[in-house]
């Protein structure tokens, strides 16, 4: 597998990380705080720490493609969060996972 290839599919595969944990996050009774989340996202994406010697419009510009990478992923959050409202709450016994505790 190319460096290209590998780049692309960890670029995929941590979209769609970023994609499930902001799925998680508003998925319960915090549904309405989908725009607070897209937010926070914005600005720790603008506030990434960067490497000496970076050069600024290279910086900038990578910045600028993670925030399009992004976007349809926080376009299907939007979406997931707007269904739920639509719901309702939903069960206790769905709100708590077993799992990564």
């Known amino acids: ?9 960890a670029t995929l595969a941590l979209l ?6 902001a799925a998680e996050l508003v998925a319960d009774d915090q549904r309405h ?13 603008t506030a990434t720490p960067l490497p000496r ?5 290279d910086a900038r510009a990578g910045i600028a493609h993670a925030k399009e990478l992004l976007r349809p992923y926080v376009k299907h959050v939007r979406d ?4 739920a409202r ?15 505790q």
């Open 1 to 9: 597998m190319s460096n290209t290839s590998q780049e692309t599919i």
């Open 33 to 45: 705080d989908v725009e607070r989340l897209v937010q926070a996202m914005d600005r720790k994406l």
């Open 80 to 83: 997931q969060a707007k269904i």
């Open 86 to 100: 639509v719901r309702g709450p939903r069960p206790a016994a769905l709100r708590s996972s077993k799992y990564l």
């Open 16 to 21: 769609n990380l970023i994609r499930l944990l």
């Open 53 to 57: 010697g970076i050069d600024v419009n």
